[in-house]
């Protein structure tokens, strides 16, 4: 009767630690789950800004292209548009021109260029009074 009983507690107590395991795993396994949703939702919402930001490229890529055409386009009619070989020879020209403009500007706004002026002014007026005598 001893070693029935023994048996019997023995089982149970076996019983009672499967028990006791078997909620420790139901409780890890919820918080698994819980992660796993809180995980699936930030992903959700880092692809909605990739998408986002996919688009923004996108867009920015075409102004840019847009852009890009319009001064090629323009580009190749204040060149002249006369073919490959044309181009390339108009072009250092082109940029030449467009530095001794910024020079100008630059000494225009330094007063360099009002002195200049003046001096070819009474150049030019100096053949018009001999021509007037």
Same mark, same amino acid.
Do not use: W
């Given at each position: 009767?001893?070693?029935?009983?023994?048996?019997?507690?023995?089982?149970?107590?076996?019983?009672?630690?499967?028990?006791?395991?078997?909620?420790?795993?139901?409780?890890?396994?919820?918080?698994?789950?819980?992660?796993?949703?809180?995980?699936?939702?930030?992903?959700?919402?880092? %692809?909605?800004?990739?998408?986002?930001?996919? %688009?923004?490229?996108?867009?920015?890529?075409?102004?840019?292209?847009?852009?890009?055409?319009?001064?090629?386009?323009?580009?190749?009619?204040?060149?002249?548009?006369?073919?490959?070989?044309?181009?390339?020879?108009?072009?250092?020209?082109?940029?030449?021109?467009?530095?001794?403009?910024?020079?100008?500007?630059?000494?225009?706004?330094?007063?360099?260029?009002?002195?200049?002026?003046?001096?070819?002014?009474?150049?030019?007026?100096?053949?018009?009074?001999?021509?007037?005598?």
């Amino acid at each position: 009767m001893l070693l029935i009983t023994v048996c019997a507690d023995s089982s149970e107590e076996r019983c009672r630690e499967l028990q006791r395991r078997c909620e420790e795993l139901e409780a890890q396994l919820k918080k698994k789950e819980e992660e796993n949703t809180e995980l699936l939702r930030d992903l959700e919402q880092k %692809n909605a800004m990739i998408s986002v930001l996919e %688009n923004t490229i996108k867009e920015r890529e075409k102004k840019y292209l847009e852009e890009l055409k319009m001064k090629s386009h323009k580009l190749a009619v204040l060149s002249g548009g006369a073919g490959a070989e044309g181009k390339h020879h108009r072009l250092p020209h082109l940029a030449a021109s467009r530095h001794e403009e910024e020079a100008f500007g630059r000494k225009f706004l330094r007063g360099e260029s009002q002195r200049q002026s003046h001096q070819l002014l009474q150049a030019d007026a100096s053949p018009r009074q001999g021509q007037a005598a």
